[in-house]
């Protein structure tokens, strides 16, 4: 499987469980409460993610290479989040997602960091 396709299907799942949070936390908030905000700027943050990911898809058609250390930044925050999710919500839905969009993107990376023929185009790209 591709890195392009592989990000898209990152993309969407971690907008389907931040359509899910925005979803479940709008509708169980009557009035804002003290972590309201908290709680919307999460739901901002998860779109903002999932928009990152769907941009670094098409982005990796030309040069993978170039994607990888922004797929290594959201793994490691996948990782956190659900670390977090866990800890201070003991929540398992977000945790489930978390690591498996954390798991997608890490074969994006093993799969793209090991190709050869990405390494040439993305070395000719630049120049």
Same mark, same amino acid.
């Given at each position: 499987?591709k890195a ?5 299907i $990152?993309?969407?799942l971690t907008?389907?469980q931040y359509? $899910?949070?925005?979803y479940?936390?709008?509708?169980a908030?009557?009035?804002p ?15 903002v ?8 898809a098409?982005l990796s058609?030309?040069g993978?290479?170039?994607?990888l250390p ?9 990782l ?7 800890r201070?919500f ?9 690591l498996?969009?954390?798991?997608i ?9 090991r190709?050869?023929?990405r390494?040439?185009e993305?070395?000719?790209?630049r120049?």
């Open positions: 499987m392009t396709m592989l990000l898209r $990152a993309s969407l907008l389907f359509g $899910a949070h925005a479940l936390f709008l509708s908030v009557s009035s409460a003290p972590t309201f905000g908290y709680g919307l700027m999460a739901i901002l943050s998860g779109f993610a999932a928009v990152l990911l769907w941009l670094l098409a058609r030309s993978a290479k170039l994607v922004f797929v290594a930044l959201l793994t490691v925050a996948n956190l989040h659900a670390l977090l999710a866990w201070y003991g929540l398992l839905a977000p945790v489930i997602f978390d498996l969009i954390a798991v993107l890490t074969l994006t990376f093993v799969i793209e960091y190709n050869p023929a390494v040439r993305s070395f000719s790209a120049q």
